[in-house]
């Protein structure tokens, strides 16, 4: 069965610092990849997105995220964060078929202080 | 802009009363899809559509209908609302295998 798991529910870290959000994937081919983020009282906005190719994808707002088959993993990175950053951050892959429907991991409330 | 849109945007409703849930789309896409959103569980789907006149059952239907009367229009009604309903709501649209776009939600209060 398809699924996605992003272990930390929370994350703090101080302005200026490094991030990594955690995604790993449950899926029996190459899934679509996604990146969300949802500020307060707003829909999600996607960050970036990795269909095939280069692993390594670059999104909005210099968040970048890498791919990794062997891992099953989808991890979500910023070299260098501002308090602005603060949301819920949602990982999610695609069905390659049918509906398409999105399969959403539980979410990371990242928190960044100043 | 192409935009997908909901309203209300907050509802409270009474358990065992009749609530629709509308949303509208102008990217001219095909798919639309009701996610519902729980805390711990990230966003479920309930229903989905392919097109004007379809309908399909998502994850957790149960307690749900959907109708799509038009390319632009998708709704969600709950024809007996139940407290366990509770939770913000989220139409999309997408056209296959790019990225959906979201609507900015609808919080539902049954009390």
């Known amino acids: 069965a398809q699924s996605v798991t992003q272990p930390d529910a929370r994350v703090t870290v101080s302005e200026g610092a490094s991030l990594q959000l955690r995604c790993k994937y449950s899926?029996?081919?190459?899934?679509?990849l996604f990146w969300y983020v949802q500020y307060p009282r707003q829909g999600l906005q996607l960050l970036l997105k990795y269909y095939s190719g280069d692993p390594v994808v670059q999104g909005v707002n210099s968040f970048e995220a890498e791919f990794s088959k062997s891992n099953s993993s989808f991890h979500l990175q910023k070299a260098s964060v501002h308090w602005s950053d603060s949301a819920v951050y949602f990982c999610?892959?695609?069905?390659?078929?049918?509906?398409?429907?999105?399969?959403f991991g539980s979410g990371t409330q990242l928190t960044v202080m100043p | 802009e192409a935009a997908v849109t909901q309203s209300p945007r907050n509802k409270v409703a009474v358990t065992g009363g009749k609530v629709t849930l509308s949303c509208n789309q102008t990217?001219?896409?095909?798919?639309m899809y009701w996610y519902r959103q729980d805390t711990g569980h990230g966003l479920r789907l309930i229903h989905y559509s392919y097109g004007a006149g379809s309908t399909e059952k998502g994850d957790i239907p149960d307690g749900y209908k959907a109708s799509r009367p038009s390319q632009e229009n998708f709704s969600l009604i709950l024809e007996l609302a139940t407290p366990s309903q509770t939770s913000v709501y989220f139409c999309?649209?997408?056209?296959?295998?790019?990225?959906?776009?979201f609507g900015p939600g609808t919080r539902l209060t049954v009390l």
């Open positions: 899926y029996s081919a190459t899934p679509y």
């Open positions: 999309a649209s997408g056209d296959g295998r790019v990225e959906q776009y």
């Open positions: 990217n001219n896409h095909n798919n």
């Open positions: 999610a892959l695609s069905r390659s078929s049918g509906s398409w429907q999105l399969i």
